[in-house]
């Protein structure tokens, strides 16, 4: 059974940084495709980054290299550290691993309980 916890959410005002982790137990990182996802308040949940098992990164448009996602399989855990941030990057941000590379939410199988971004303009 794979499960997800996140941390390092939090409060920060525009232009400021925030690294998110995720803790993931049964081993996803090296058998799945790994990636974090956000759901602001009234929207949709959108795909941010996305690993997969070998590797290979994915970034939604709006990251515009201001986000980098890693991932330590020796320690099973992944990250989104998040730069420039704006204000519309607040949302509570889940990670989340599937089995195919993916900016899709309805494509993961596994979800952590999110961690809340605020960003303060």
């Known amino acids: 059974q794979v499960q997800l916890v996140e941390s390092g959410g939090g409060s920060v005002q525009a232009g400021g940084s925030l690294r998110l982790s995720c803790a993931a137990s049964?081993?996803?990182?090296?058998?799945?495709?790994m990636g974090w996802v956000r759901q602001a308040p009234g929207q949709e949940r959108e795909g941010v980054a996305d690993i997969s098992d070998d590797g290979r990164i994915t970034y939604a448009a709006f990251v515009k290299g201001r986000f980098t996602i890693e991932k330590d399989d020796a320690k099973n855990t992944l990250s989104l550290q998040m730069n420039s941030l704006k204000p519309e990057d607040t949302a509570m941000y889940y990670c989340?691993?599937?089995?195919?590379?993916?900016?899709?939410?309805?494509?993961?199988?596994?979800w952590g309980q999110g961690t809340q971004v605020t960003v303060s303009s």
């Open positions: 989340a691993a599937g089995v195919r590379r993916t900016l899709r939410p309805g494509d993961y199988k596994y």
């Open positions: 049964g081993n996803p990182t090296r058998a799945y495709c």
